[in-house]
């Protein structure tokens, strides 16, 4: 049987010769592992094999998570990424417990996040969330509102803007899926001219990483891949 440490591996160098064939630099592309839904053990199994960075999609489980490692393993440097969507009423611990945030996607959330960020803290690491396929369904900001929006965030102290994140439509073709994905880089392309700190794609899961890493992503979101099928009877 796999392992989730074997599944890193085999991950990671999957995403490597993706790189070279997308003639990408080498080490361009850095996997997140989503630890939804997963027990700790999945995840000190992660780290044994290398992994620091985690993805969480819910509040509550996130911090229990981040705290637990905290208290626990004080001596491991993790990186936590919150990549769920926020409520405005939540906002409180993703903004004193995560490192990054991939999910902002409107003003309001952006100033709670901002003045919610403990004194002392280093500033939490923003991606705007873009609806590249203009489903009702998806969360996200318009491409029309994204500059407004990044002119906010940069001006914030307690937000650093870092780029451009997307779940675009799920289709199955190569074509289709690296269209929307290079939709993205080029809005990323016209953010970094802007702001120099702006050098992140966020985009690309185990279906559609090859077109992402492609296109530019330079974070890629896989979990089902590395932990298995998820329980949701908790959430």
């Known amino acids: 049987m796999t392992t989730v440490k074997q599944n ?3 991950i990671t160098s999957s995403i490597r010769t993706m790189e070279e064939k997308c003639r990408r630099p080498r080490n361009s592309v850095n996997l997140l592992a989503v630890s939804k839904t997963k027990p700790t053990e999945a995840i000190l199994e992660a780290i044994s094999a290398g992994q620091q960075a985690f ?4 509040v509550q489980e996130g911090v229990d998570k981040v705290q637990f490692f ?9 990186e936590w990424h919150f990549i769920g969507p926020i409520q405005s009423n939540k906002s409180r611990p993703v903004a004193e417990h995560f490192d990054w945030v991939h999910t902002v996607d409107r003003e309001k959330i952006a100033r ?3 003045d919610q960020r403990p004194h002392g803290e280093k500033p939490l690491q923003v991606l705007i969330q873009v609806n590249t396929s203009g489903e009702e369904s998806k969360s996200g900001a318009d491409e029309s509102q994204i500059f407004e929006l990044a002119e906010l965030i940069s001006s914030l102290p307690n937000l650093t803007l870092r780029g451009l994140m997307s779940i675009p439509a ?3 073709d190569y074509e289709s899926q690296f269209r929307a994905f290079e939709r993205l880089a080029k809005l990323k392309e016209k953010l970094s001219a802007q702001y120099s700190e702006v050098d992140t794609l966020s985009m690309g899961m185990t279906g559609d990483m090859e077109a992402a890493i492609a296109a530019g992503s330079t974070i890629v979101r896989i979990g089902t891949a590395i932990f298995g099928a998820r329980d949701y009877t908790k959430h």
Request: glycine share 4%; charged share 25%.
């Open 8 to 10: 890193i591996q085999d």
């Open 70 to 78: 905290k208290t626990n393993f004080p001596e491991t440097t993790l």
């Open 55 to 58: 993805g969480e999609n819910y």
């Open 170 to 172: 799920n289709v199955d």
């Open 112 to 114: 709670r996040l901002n």
